[in-house]
């Protein structure tokens, strides 16, 4: 089976998952759903992007809904290393807005954009190539 690893904590061995209480008075119930977790426990899941198997840690369930502020309706679906290209993806499209949106680029922006836009062309998140030289 392979197993995703996280980078803070050590997969459990099968039958020995963690177990860490919760605070219901910190956490969001949807109108749907009144229930609070009383408990997290590790929980081995598939990841709905890459197929593996990961695991949703105790800590990481109760920073999710404890300290984030998820709705306890929110699930975890992707693996640490599927939601950390995500957010690298979704920075560099935001880099990519900001440094398009400017009237007189400075050579250094104009290097920034370029840069960026050829990342996003090489990971298959934006497909039209003239978009690379709009900053001169």
């Given at each position: 089976m392979d197993l995703v690893k996280h980078p803070r904590f050590p997969n459990p061995n099968p039958g020995e998952e963690e177990t860490i209480k919760g605070d219901p008075s910190q956490q969001n119930a949807t109108d749907a759903v009144y229930a609070y977790f009383d408990s997290y426990t590790d929980k081995?899941?598939?990841?709905?992007?890459?197929?593996?198997?990961?695991?949703?840690?105790?800590?990481?369930?109760?920073?999710?809904?404890?300290?984030l502020g998820f709705w306890n309706?929110?699930?975890?679906?992707?693996?640490?290393?599927?939601?950390?290209?995500?957010?690298?993806?979704?920075?560099l499209q935001k880099e990519y807005e900001l440094l398009q949106k400017l009237d007189n680029p400075l050579p250094d922006e104009v290097r920034?954009?370029?840069?960026?836009?050829?990342?996003?062309?090489?990971?298959?998140?934006?497909?039209?190539?003239?978009?690379?030289?709009?900053?001169?």
């Open positions: 081995l899941l598939t990841c709905q992007k890459c197929g593996r198997k990961f695991y949703f840690f105790a800590k990481e369930q109760k920073y999710w809904y404890e300290v309706d929110a699930r975890c679906i992707h693996c640490v290393e599927c939601r950390t290209k995500t957010h690298k993806v979704k920075k920034k954009f370029r840069i960026t836009a050829k990342t996003l062309i090489k990971i298959g998140c934006m497909k039209d190539r003239s978009k690379v030289g709009k900053l001169g």
